[in-house]
């Protein structure tokens, strides 16, 4: 069976510091993968998916980029972060049509 | 622009109550619609999918209405587990797409 991972599971950096966010995914090869953020009040928001290894669709222009180096892996990151990248992170993987969150990194910028 | 409408509640109802909600999208050629389940603090989970005029599991039925573009969620014979926010999300149109918009989310409050 597929197993989605996310870590780490909450984080506190203060602005202008940087992020790296990380999801591995198993049972499953070659999944798209799409990282979102749900910020307090808000939906879930799109950032960035990935249909393959090095290859990133990007769906919010911001101070955010996104890596797929392995079939496996995602991962977020920011050089510098700012007080409006507090959020709950969450990658998910597609099976079908339907779409599997991960456990979800909750960041709180300071 | 793609939109995804809900009722942010909460709806509070009794354990044993049947609840509603509708959730409307602007994509009339969105295909495909997911109702997911989201506890406080965690991750949203897939609930029921919908690729037809509806479906159904158990207590719960989702009834699709593509001549008003609304998606509605049952649910008969609540319980206090059944507490949770509600997201709905339409899949984008396009052969090949697989993308999600969704909604902000329903907030369920079953009470003893």
């Known amino acids: 069976s597929q197993t989605i991972h996310q870590w780490p599971a909450t984080l506190v950096q203060p602005v202008g510091s940087p992020l790296s966010l990380e999801c591995t995914v198993e049972g499953t090869s070659n999944p798209n993968l799409y990282w979102y953020r749900q910020a307090a009040g808000r939906g879930l928001q799109l950032l960035f998916y990935?249909?393959?290894?090095?290859?990133i669709s990007s769906e919010v222009p911001q101070n955010l980029s996104a890596s797929r180096p392995q079939d496996r892996q995602f991962i977020l990151s920011s050089k510098k972060l700012l007080l409006s990248d507090s959020g709950f992170y969450l990658c998910a993987w597609r099976g079908g049509y339907e779409q599997y969150f991960g456990p979800g990194t909750r960041l709180t910028v300071t | 622009r793609k939109e995804v409408e809900q009722d942010p509640g909460p709806f509070n109802v009794p354990e044993g109550a049947t609840v509603a909600f509708n959730c409307t999208y602007s994509n009339s050629a969105s295909q495909s619609f997911f109702w997911y389940r989201q506890d406080c603090r965690k991750e949203p989970k897939l609930l029921m999918s919908v690729y037809s005029s509806g479906n159904e599991d158990g207590r719960f039925t989702a009834q699709l209405n593509r001549a008003s573009q609304y998606i509605s969620l049952l649910i008969r014979d609540s319980k206090l587990s059944d507490s949770a926010t509600y997201l709905c999300?339409?899949?984008?149109?396009?052969?090949?797409?697989?993308?999600?918009?969704f909604g902000k989310g329903t907030k369920l409050s079953v009470i003893p």
């Open positions: 999300a339409p899949r984008d149109s396009g052969a090949g797409s697989y993308q999600l918009t």
């Open positions: 990935s249909v393959g290894i090095g290859q």
